[in-house]
């Protein structure tokens, strides 16, 4: 008897897998395994959910019980696997085990925070389930740091300072997607960004955050302080 395909993951490369294996084999066990809520939304929609006022439901395009019933899943979330067997070809999490033929892992990156003193005080917005943790902080902040001058931390840059919000974008580079392009294509990204009202600091590198009676207070290493509401990491991935 076939013991199936287990994947663990939810995301993109996930979703595109089961329907590629459903399109050759109806029939065959797939078991799904994540620590998220397992429903599919568009990651890059993070980039504006703030200017647009979404909520993180709002991201929602389609419930994990109604893609297993698709494409005849089963489906485990919010699990953390915890151990694999590759001998026995077993999954593990705290209460539960899977036997499977084929294991196929799909755990994408998570967001680098700089170890810092004070780094548990910066958000992350890499996933729905992340957004969904810090969304009341980012809509009551007015004054927002954003660590990371590449792609997505320009993107939120801009989102927040539709959103009427004080940004500073901070980067350690002497230009914004500094490993991108060179200084003279990004001088016209900044030119946009600070007629926005985007505050930069670039050559710049925080040495600390601290929790203050007026929000929290970002140090660099040159000891200029600013003080702000929230503060968002954008220094890029690590794989999972």
């Not at 998570?110 to 910066?122: N, Q, Y």
């Not at 919000?165 to 946009?192: C, F, I, W, Y």
Request: glycine residues 6%; aromatic residues 4%.
């Amino acid at each position: 008897m076939s013991r199936g395909i287990i994947i663990i993951g939810s995301g993109f490369a996930a979703r595109q897998l089961v329907k590629n294996i459903r399109k050759q084999d109806a029939h065959v066990p797939l078991t799904l395994i994540a620590a998220d809520s397992m429903d599919e939304y568009n990651k890059p929609d993070l980039s504006h959910v703030i200017s647009q006022s979404q909520r993180a439901d709002d991201l929602t395009r389609q419930l994990a019980g109604e893609f297993a019933e698709q494409f005849n899943l089963r489906l485990f979330p919010h699990t953390w696997v915890t151990d694999i067997d590759a001998d026995a070809h077993v999954v593990k999490s705290q209460d539960k085990q899977w036997q499977y033929d084929k294991l196929v892992l799909t755990t994408g990156a998570t967001a680098f925070v700089p170890p810092i003193a004070g780094r548990e005080l910066m958000l992350t917005l890499n996933s729905q389930q992340e957004y969904r943790a810090c969304e009341t902080p980012l809509r009551d902040a007015q004054r927002v740091l954003i660590v990371g001058g590449g792609l997505i931390g320009s993107e939120l840059a801009m989102d927040f300072c539709r959103a009427g919000k004080t940004v500073t974008l901070m980067d350690n580079a002497a230009s914004l997607l500094a490993s991108l392009m060179p200084p003279e294509v990004s001088s016209r990204l900044q030119h946009h960004l600070t007629d926005m009202g985007v505050h930069l600091l670039l050559k710049s590198q925080l040495q600390k955050l601290e929790k203050t009676e007026a929000g929290i207070r970002a140090t660099l290493v040159s000891q200029h302080s600013i003080e702000v509401d929230a503060v968002i990491a954008a220094t890029g991935l690590r794989p999972e």
